[in-house]
């Protein structure tokens, strides 16, 4: 049977946590970890929305833990789709669900095919406190190239803001195969908690959402295997 790391001293993922600075202040003290400052996270969030539409609401899309722990304010959410991209296990962490003995991996979206998920809206009134808040979240070791994307809903595109995975950053995995993935996930733990929990809440959130992501339902199933007991196992 595949052992789990032992659990270390957990921080929620909250709001409060994000904007206190704590997220940021854990991830400085990882060894070799490359935190960026405030006034980079600025210059990222500045860039960001100098390409888009202009002044207005924001809308971010979310694919996996914004799903079911978006953390920031909004006042609307649609569930849609991208092209182009899709949904993928390609980031090392060593922090949120990963340590330096055993990093973890989280998602990230890569190049090729689509991914399903949900658009959140974030109004105008609110938009400079709520992307702080999603900028100090996501961006904080410069692993994601924030992009805009055009998400599909029910009610008609809408363009928003996504994280997709850097391909120059040290930390993406590349296309690492389902074996691999599954022995990580089962593995590996961090501030954030369990990998294999993050995986399977996000299946979840997918599913309540009438969303089935074929790649990721496979992998909860490899990694239930490896976590189950030796006795159940055929």
Request: net charge positive.
């Amino acid at each position: 049977m595949t052992q789990t790391a032992a659990l270390p001293e957990i921080l929620d993922l909250t709001r409060e946590t994000i904007l206190s600075g704590d997220i940021m202040r854990v991830a400085a003290q990882i060894p070799g970890m490359n935190v960026l400052s405030e006034t980079e996270l600025a210059a990222s969030l500045a860039a960001t929305l100098a390409a888009g539409p202009g002044d207005g609401d924001i809308w971010v899309f979310g694919y996996g833990s914004l799903i079911w722990n978006p953390a920031f304010v909004h006042d609307d959410s649609r569930i849609g789709q991208i092209r182009g991209w899709h949904r993928q296990f390609c980031l090392w962490t060593q922090l949120s669900r990963g340590c330096a003995k055993q990093p973890g991996l989280t998602l990230g979206l890569d190049r090729g095919g689509s991914c399903r998920g949900v658009a959140y809206r974030i109004p105008a009134r609110a938009a400079a406190l709520e992307l702080l808040v999603l900028w100090r979240r996501e961006m904080v070791g410069g692993a994601y190239a924030p992009r805009w994307v055009s998400v599909e809903t029910g009610l008609g595109p809408v363009p928003a803001i996504t994280f997709a995975i850097n391909h120059a950053h040290p930390r993406y995995a590349g296309k690492l195969d389902a074996a691999e993935m599954a022995r990580v996930i089962a593995c590996a733990t961090g501030r954030l908690g369990r990998c294999s929990d993050y995986l399977f809440r996000t299946v979840a959130a997918l599913r309540a959402l009438g969303i089935r992501d074929a790649r990721l339902e496979n992998l909860q199933q490899r990694v239930e295997a490896l976590l189950a007991p030796a006795h159940t196992r055929p």
